[in-house]
């Protein structure tokens, strides 16, 4: 099974706080992020970014 680093945790924890406080934007749009799972893409994402230990996105089914 994939092993996520610590600062990976973190970025994501951090996005989740942020989606509670109802301050996490998302995109170009700067749309506000609701739903659960969108934050915690929005923190992988930050987390690969930032060159932390995260598993790799499946590939998208056609």
């Known amino acids: 099974m994939a092993r996520y680093s ?4 973190k ?3 951090r996005a ?3 989606r509670k406080q109802g301050t996490l934007r998302s995109g170009k749009s700067k ?7 969108q934050a915690i893409a929005i923190g992988l994402s930050e987390a690969r ?3 932390h230990k995260v598993p790799r996105k499946k590939p ?3």
């Open 16 to 18: 989740m706080h942020k």
């Open 31 to 37: 749309k506000k992020v609701t739903r659960r799972k």
């Open 60 to 62: 998208r089914k056609k």
């Open 49 to 51: 970014r930032k060159g």
């Open 6 to 9: 610590e600062g990976s945790r």
């Open 11 to 13: 970025s994501v924890k």
